[in-house]
């Protein structure tokens, strides 16, 4: 089914990401990932890619193994480091497979990259209007409630993503947040901008105190002063920080909703117990 679909008459929507394995030997126990994780029934469920394209051929088992289980895939394509002639064979495969979502990435650049040749896209909406000419998909894009790490500022931000949307996107979902002032804001002024689409709230649920670096530094977000308290009492114990981080990602999902977004994302890191647990934090309130 195509998520616009899913996305549309303001229903409330859950969705989880997954990401492919590396090697072929660990395909198995992802698929049985995705198998748990279908079990607490997300709105669909995304799989990344990898932005060097070695993963891309798990990318799409892993897509198929979502709609096996049942439930709606969204399947990732970044476009830097792939002609032209590959992203035409990925995205042939796909609706070979009759996976009708894609989200249009660019990827992040690799240090030392050069564009090779005019075979390349530099941008997401080049991919956006390439997917366009190859058949009826459902199309999503990327975007960051505080700024993609390249922009020089929000309103140049925001004019490029308005580019993007007004390629033929169909919803957006947003880079991982930890301060919902930041995406409501956002959510603001890509109205003011004329982008009407749906936007999905992106929510990394952090449980160990190792994670929360990492995605810091990859990410761009803040942290607010609460969720430093959170790390600096329970870091150190991987079950405490792990409960008190679903439960933090919980609340900011009803703090969320209780602020009018109908639409959320869980970066669930292939933890299907992390899913499970929000799921059920939420059960009365999505039913
Ligand atoms: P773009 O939309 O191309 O934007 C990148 C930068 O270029 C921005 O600063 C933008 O303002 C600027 N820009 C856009 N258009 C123009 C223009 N015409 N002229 C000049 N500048 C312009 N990465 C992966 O490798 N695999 C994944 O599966 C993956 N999934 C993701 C899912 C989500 C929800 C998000 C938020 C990110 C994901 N990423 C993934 C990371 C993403 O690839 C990087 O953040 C990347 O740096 C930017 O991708 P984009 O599609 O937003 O690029």
Redesign the pocket.
Known sequence: MKISRILKDNRVTVSFEVFPPKKWENLEHTKAVVGEMAKAQPSFMSV????SGTQAGFTQEIANAIEDSGVTALS?L?CLTSTRDKIHRVVSDLKENSIENI???????PEGFEFPDDQYFE???QLVNEIKTMGDFCIG????PEI?P??ANRV??IE??K??VDCGLDFL???MFFDNEKFLNFVEMCRVKGIEIPIIA?IMPITNAKQIRRSIELSNCSVPEKFYRIMERFGEDDASMKQAGIIYATEQIIDLMANGINNI?IYTMNKPDVAEKIMNGLSEIIK
């Open positions: 990344t890619y990898g932005a990732h970044t989200l249009a990435l660019r990827g992040d650049i941008h997401a909406y894009g990327a975007c960051y993609h390249e922009s140049e931000d490029y993503l580019q993007k979902t947003s880079q992106g994302h």
